[in-house]
């Protein structure tokens, strides 16, 4: 058997380019363009390259974008009254905050001083909390960019057994949460699974993963999810980029997992485009939101 490859390369596209034409449409009916502020401390060589990707989809999609640079030695301060200022600026619909951050630097602390109605990362603890409580204002990137993949694949996760390998606060834990709500503004097919979580300290990881009607690899260790770990026709979603000697490699042995598997996202090509073509969709809809009272 091989897998069906789910292109998330097509998909974003496709997402990238509806984007576009009603960010075209936004523009025209209210004059506002929509604007990315985005925030870079440091000179993390595979952190500048993300935030170029990110304003060069942007500036595809019509979305206005800044690169605000601070040095690697910027002080708690200098940080935090730039976000201040981007806060207030009524130009600026979203700020994202390119991670890992200094270790000088409390993360935490950070993202909590970016206003919630322009966190577009969707990692501040009010936006965090409404996506628990299934109102979500914003859909954290990456995870949406999971459902996105298997909503438009039509790979229905109502009733399905979704196991998480993973439970961070940027992916894993955000992903679960939006799959067992009862609703989804995805899509009727995108909410009510029955979700598994498992991390470092899950006993038998193998017996808990070949359980899964979709597995969701997002551990951050290369080639780490087998075909002996995968239930034969299962989706497998891959969101692990591992830098390697042999270039990118996700978190999923796409050689072995391809014989067994129903379905299966490759790295690269996968999961990380999604991420970008929904961090444009959120800052559209943070123009949305910030524009309505007008
Ligand atoms: P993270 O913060 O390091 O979290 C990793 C999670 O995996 C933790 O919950 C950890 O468990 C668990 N884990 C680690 N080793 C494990 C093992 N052997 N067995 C079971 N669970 C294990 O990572 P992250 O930020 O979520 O990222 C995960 C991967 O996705 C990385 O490769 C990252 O580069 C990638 N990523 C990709 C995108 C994208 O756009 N495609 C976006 C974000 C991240 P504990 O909690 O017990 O430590």
Not at 125 to 143: I, K
Not at 160 to 188: D, F, N, W
Request: charged share 15%; glycine share 8%; net charge neutral.
């Amino acid at each position: 058997m091989s897998a069906r490859i789910l292109d998330g390369k097509a998909l974003a596209a496709e997402i990238a380019a509806e984007t576009a034409a009603a960010v075209a449409a936004f523009v025209q009916s209210t004059g506002v363009q929509p604007r990315l502020a985005a925030v870079l401390v440091g000179d993390d060589p595979a952190s500048a390259v993300y935030v170029r990707n990110k304003q060069r989809a942007c500036q595809r999609a019509g979305i206005a974008s800044d690169l605000h640079r601070l040095e690697s030695d910027a002080s708690p301060c200098q940080l935090l009254d730039l976000i201040d200022r981007l806060n207030s600026d009524p130009l600026v619909h979203g700020i994202l905050v390119q991670l890992p951050l200094p270790p000088s630097l409390d993360t935490t602390r950070v993202l909590d001083a970016v206003n919630p109605w322009k966190d577009v990362d969707a990692f501040h603890p009010q936006n965090v909390g409404l996506l628990a409580q299934g109102r979500p204002r914003f859909l954290p990137c990456t995870p949406h960019g999971v459902v996105q993949i298997l909503h438009r694949c039509q790979i229905a996760v109502s009733g399905q057994h979704v196991v998480v390998v993973g439970r961070s606060e940027i992916v894993g834990k955000p992903l679960a949460l939006m799959l067992m709500q009862r609703q989804s503004p995805v899509g009727a097919d995108a909410a009510n699974a029955t979700v598994t979580v498992c991390h470092s300290r899950t006993r038998d990881l193998a017996a808990v993963t070949r359980q899964a009607d979709v597995l969701v690899a997002a551990l951050g260790a290369a080639r780490f999810v087998t075909a002996d770990m995968v239930s034969p026709g299962a989706t497998v979603i891959d969101v692990g980029i591992n830098r390697t000697h042999e270039g990118l490699v996700g978190d999923v042995d796409f050689a072995s997992v391809q014989h067994v598997a129903g379905a299966v996202t490759p790295v690269p090509g996968g999961v990380g485009p999604m991420t970008i073509a929904m961090l444009l969709s959120n800052t559209l809809h943070a123009a949305r939101l910030q524009t309505a009272g007008l």
